[in-house]
């Protein structure tokens, strides 16, 4: 392992960060979201409910009920009204006549009733999907647009994340034989284990962008403790890895 595959590790988990994080404000706009379309929905029924009520209620006589059905059916309304009921086309124009039988006429107001329910029902069902695919959209919308900004941001910072988890760190642990350079030529391994860091000098070199000083002065860091060697002795791996504390 290098510092900069260190570096690299703890950019990707503060994208990944982000990103969570992003995920969950944009799932609260989410919830923001349906708890409105729920109160319009809400609204939407009652309003359909009174409109469907006053709609039954202007149909209270035998010649309301021959105007909408006809106004439905046109010259099928006899036929409809036929097959509707299973009887004759000669009964359903008798039933829809000027004198229709007595016993009749509560029907007829029910099937006029009827196509006024069908047609008001298909609207608001219609209205209400067309809501509901909506607030989908938008919920989806704001989520992938949260996650998409997310990224970019990632993106567009790169090693600069990893300075959050560097900042106030002052140790690290590095194990024993670390393999080491000498005036650039192998020179066998030192045993380090822990070495004391400052942190936030390297956070401030990564959040000016400067990768290649940041990998030096964590470098210099571990080998403080070498003394004029550490000018000349280079770090060449951390086959151990490293741990910050």
Known sequence: MKFEDLVDELAQAEAARLIA?????AQAEA???????????????ATYEATLTEALAQINSH????HVIREHQGR????????????AVSTARRWLSAHPPASRVAAVIELARLLVRRDLDA????????????????????????IAQAEALAQAAGPALAAQALRGK????????IPVAYDGET?????????DIDGDVLADLLEAGDLDGATDEFTA??????????????ITDFPNGITLS
Request: aromatic share 4%; proline share 2%; charged share 25%.
């Open 21 to 25: 994080a992003a995920t969950t404000d």
């Open 31 to 45: 919830d923001e979201i349906r708890a409105v379309a729920d109160a319009r929905a809400a609204h939407a029924i």
């Open 63 to 66: 010649p309301d009920a021959v």
């Open 76 to 87: 099928g309304a006899a036929p409809w009204v036929a097959a509707h009921e299973g009887k």
């Open 123 to 146: 609207e608001f069902e219609s209205a209400q999907a067309a809501r509901e695919l909506d607030t989908e959209q938008q919920i989806a919308a704001t989520i992938a647009d949260a």
């Open 170 to 177: 002052t140790s690290a642990s590095i194990g024993a034989s």
């Open 187 to 195: 020179d066998g391994t030192r045993d380090i284990h822990d070495a």
């Open 221 to 234: 860091q571990i080998m403080a403790d070498y003394g004029d060697l550490a000018d000349t002795l280079d």
